[in-house]
C-alpha cells in the first residue's frame, strides 16, 4: 500500500520545519529523506510503530501578501491541502491567534480533510493552559507540544493515527486483479499509450512535455482479468521540478509506484536510456514491484536486424539489473505489439505473488549447489542447510547455512541468477537473506 500523506501548514515563525526535523531525526525507525528536492526537506518519509508516512514542510504561509514570494508559498501550500491524507495545523502557543492563523483554519475547514490542531513551543506542563484559546479556530481540541524538545510528539502521532481516513483506494483496487502504473519522464507517450489500450481519449495528449499532472485510473478486461491501469505525471530529474504543482506530480507518482503491483516504464526509442530511468527503476525494485521496460517510438528509429539487440545491450550496460526485466519495443502511433504490455503484466503480477514449496525450492537449491558449490573463505567451508520462501509481492527467501556472513557476494549473485532461471522470476524483484541455521 502506498504511504499517507501528511501535510504540515502554519504561517511562518510557529517551527513547522522544527516539527518536520523531529519528525525525521528523533527515532531509529524513521527512515532517511528522500534528496535532491526543489527546497531541501520539503519532502521525506518516517516511520511510527509500524506505519510508513510521507510528510511535506510547506514553507511559511501568509495568506494576505501579494509578493512573489508569498504567492508562491501559498500555491505550495494550497498544493500540499489537497495531496495530504491528513493535514497537521500548526500554530504557535506563545502567540496570540493571529489573523493568518485564522483564514489558514478556514482553508483547512473548506477541504474536508483530516485535520488536528497542534500547538508548538508548549514546552512545560504548566503552561498547557494556553492552548484553550485555540479552541475557537474550529479544528477541535489542540494537542500541545514542543517540537524543539520533543514534548508529546509521540502523543500527537497517536492523534494522526486515529484521525487518518480509511484508505479510499481499497474498495476501488479489490475490484482489479492487477494494479499497472505507467511511468517514466514526460512526454514518452504514457498518455498516448492509456488511450491506445482503451481505445478513448482518456488522458490529454499533447505535444508538450508534463502535460499529465494528475493520476488517472481505468479499468480494462484483458483475458478474464481486471487491471487496472494508471497513467501517470512524468518523473524528471529533481533538479528541474521547478513548480510546486509538477513538484506535487512527483510526489503522487511515487504514492502510485508504492501502490501498484507492476510499473511499465516507458522510454523514448529517440533520446534512449539515460540516469532518470535508471533511478526509475531503482525506485520501483526497491519497493518490490514487478517491472517492464517499454520502448516506445519504435517506429522513428531507422533499424536493421541487430538495432533491436543492440539497444539491448545497450540498456543492459548502462544498468546490469535490467538483465531480469523484460525489455518490448512498441510504437503507440502504429498500434505495434501494444497488446504485449497487458500479457506481461498478467504473467509477472503471477510470478510476483506466488509461492514456492520447500521441498521444491530445496530440490532446485541443491541442482544449483551441485553445480557449483559454495567456496571455501578464510578456511572455513560454507555449506547450505535448506532454503524456504519466506513470502511473495515480492519473492523473500531465507537460505540457512553455517557462516552466512561469509558469503563472497559473486556467489550470492550466482545463487540470485540461478533462482530467476529455475523459478522463471523474469520482470520480478527477489530477495535474498542468508541466514545462520
Same mark, same amino acid.
Given at each position: ?6 501535510? @504540515? ?86 502567540s496570540e491567534i493571529t489573523a493568518s492563523d ?101 488522458s490529454i495528449v499533447t505535444h508538450i512535455a ?40 512527483? #510526489? ?27 533511478? @526509475?527503476?531503482?525506485?520501483? @525494485? ?90 571455501? #573463505? ?60
Amino acid at each position: 500500500m502506498a504511504n499517507k500523506t501528511l501535510a @504540515i501548514l502554519g504561517r511562518p515563525n510557529v517551527g513547522k520545519s522544527t516539527l518536520f526535523n523531529r519528525l525525521l531525526g528523533a527515532r531509529k525507525s524513521i527512515v532517511s529523506s528522500i534528496e535532491g528536492v526543489t527546497r531541501d526537506r520539503i519532502y521525506s518519509t518516517f516511520d511510527w510503530v509500524g506505519n510508513d508516512f510521507d510528510i511535506i514542510d510547506t514553507g511559511g504561509f501568509l495568506p494576505k501578501e501579494k509578493d512573489i514570494m508569498n504567492r508562491h508559498i501559498q500555491e505550495q501550500a494550497r498544493i500540499a491541502i489537497s495531496e495530504a491524507d491528513l493535514i497537521i495545523f500548526l500554530v504557535d502557543g506563545r502567540s496570540e491567534i493571529t489573523a493568518s492563523d485564522r483564514i489558514l483554519a478556514e482553508m483547512v475547514i473548506k477541504s474536508q480533510k483530516s485535520s488536528i490542531l497542534v500547538v508548538n513551543k508548549i514546552d512545560t506542563l504548566a503552561q498547557t493552559e494556553q492552548i484553550n484559546e485555540f479552541f475557537e479556530l474550529g479544528l477541535g481540541e489542540p494537542v500541545a507540544i514542543s517540537a524543539m524538545h520533543g514534548r508529546n510528539i509521540g502523543d500527537m502521532l497517536d492523534v494522526v493515527l486515529d484521525k487518518l481516513p480509511n484508505d479510499k483506494k481499497q474498495s476501488q483496487k479489490d475490484e482489479s486483479d492487477v494494479d499497472l502504473a505507467l511511468i517514466g519522464m514526460p512526454n514518452v507517450g504514457k498518455s498516448s499509450l492509456m488511450n491506445a489500450l482503451l481505445k478513448e481519449e482518456k488522458s490529454i495528449v499533447t505535444h508538450i512535455a508534463g502535460t499529465t499532472r494528475d493520476s488517472i485510473d481505468s479499468y480494462i478486461n484483458y483475458f478474464g482479468k481486471t487491471v487496472r491501469i494508471i497513467d501517470t505525471a512524468g518523473l524528471r530529474k529533481r533538479t528541474k521540478v521547478k513548480d510546486e504543482i509538477e513538484f506535487y506530480s512527483v #510526489v503522487r507518482t511515487n504514492k502510485v509506484i508504492a501502490d501498484c503491483n507492476v510499473a511499465a516504464l516507458m522510454i523514448d526509442a529517440d533520446k534512449g536510456f539515460d540516469k532518470q530511468d535508471k533511478d @526509475i527503476i531503482r525506485a520501483v @525494485i526497491k519497493l518490490g514491484k514487478g517491472l517492464i521496460i517499454v520502448v516506445n517510438k519504435w517506429d522513428l528509429i531507422e533499424k536493421d536486424d541487430t538495432t533491436m539487440k543492440e539497444m539491448i545491450s545497450d540498456i543492459h550496460y548502462e544498468y546490469s539489473s535490467t538483465k531480469h526485466y523484460p525489455i518490448l519495443f512498441i510504437s503507440v502511433k502504429n498500434n505495434l505489439r501494444l497488446q504485449s504490455i497487458l500479457h506481461y503484466t498478467i504473467k509477472i503480477c503471477d510470478r510476483l505473488t506466488s509461492k514456492v514449496g520447500t521441498s521444491i525450492l530445496n530440490d532446485i537449491m541443491k541442482k544449483i549447489t551441485n553445480s557449483n558449490p559454495p567456496p571455501a #573463505v578464510k578456511g572455513k567451508h560454507l555449506k547450505i542447510k535448506y532454503c524456504t520462501q519466506m513470502r511473495h509481492s515480492p519473492p523473500i527467501f531465507a537460505i540457512f547455512m553455517n557462516h552466512p556472513d561469509l558469503v563472497p557476494i559473486s556467489y550470492k549473485r550466482y545463487i540470485e541468477n540461478q533462482l530467476r532461471k529455475e523459478l522463471d522470476l523474469s520482470g520480478v524483484p527477489i530477495k535474498i537473506s542468508f541466514r545462520k541455521k
